[in-house]
């Protein structure tokens, strides 16, 4: 199983004091050395953690796979046209929220979508498409020419007590087997901790795993690396 480690947290505290440090690329180094097979970083619309800087940065200095998750907003399509990440991760955006909240839409904001698909493949940028587990959504993340997939843990994560853990773990297992069976490249993040992660990384069909909140969290008391290197040999 792959793990994608994403570092917006690194900015977020960096932010906090409009400082220089934490530097993104420093815990980007780390956590490839530490066996994070991608970066994942979110260039948010109002820049509240990583920003165009550190966009180009990584792209500079990021050995595995460079992995840019973004809305489908003209200006950030043509930001990620200009910096080539190996892969853009198209995700809803509200200014309001504190982190990404549901999936894309991709019925309902199909054309937009399927044209920022598009573009981005044009430029030679693997595009995936972050959806709930829902399999009308599934069909149309194929329909709009995207290859890859991301399938929304939270609710999993979130959920309260064996019953709805199961309904939600089994809405994922069918997801991504069906993702699977139309040819694409299946993943899964968010909400994922050293708890719930291991019965979602056991669906065969699911590649990687991006996960930020808690590796950064654990990372604060064990070091960053050590973090990553528990999460992975866990997944695994
Ligand atoms: N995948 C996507 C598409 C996300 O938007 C996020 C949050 O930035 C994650 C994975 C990681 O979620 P978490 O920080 O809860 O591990």
């Known amino acids: 199983m792959r793990l994608g480690v994403n570092i917006d947290h690194i900015a977020t505290l960096r932010q906090a004091r ?39 940065v990584l792209r500079g200095i990021v050995r595995t796979r460079l992995n840019m998750e973004m809305s489908i907003s003209k200006k950030i399509v043509d930001i990620a046209c200009a910096v080539k990440p190996n892969q853009s991760t198209l995700v809803p955006e509200k200014r309001e ?20 698909v598009l ?20 069909r149309s993340v194929s329909k709009a020419g995207a290859r890859m997939i991301e399938l929304h843990t939270g609710r999993y994560a979130n959920a309260k007590g064996k019953m709805q853990e199961l ?15 139309l040819g694409m490249n299946v993943f899964a993040g968010h909400g994922l901790d050293y708890n719930n992660v291991t019965r979602v990384a056991v669906i065969n069909e699911i590649e990687e795993l991006n ?26």
């Open 211 to 236: 996960i930020g909140h808690s590796i950064v969290a654990r990372g604060v008391f064990v070091g960053l690396g050590r973090a990553v290197k528990d999460m992975k040999e866990l997944i695994n």
């Open 97 to 116: 929220e504190l982190t990404t909240e549901g999936g894309l839409d991709v019925i309902k904001n199909f054309s937009k979508i399927k044209e920022a």
């Open 167 to 181: 309904k939600c773990l089994n809405e994922l297992r069918s997801a991504a087997k069906f993702a699977k069976s």
């Open 18 to 56: 409009r400082a220089l440090e934490p530097e993104p690329a420093f815990a980007a180094l780390l956590a490839e050395k530490s066996g994070a097979d991608s970066i994942v970083v979110h260039l948010r619309e109002d820049r509240r953690h990583i920003n165009d800087n550190d966009l180009y």
């Open 119 to 138: 573009k981005l493949q044009d430029e030679g940028i693997d595009v995936s498409i972050f959806v709930d587990p829902h399999l009308n959504q599934i």
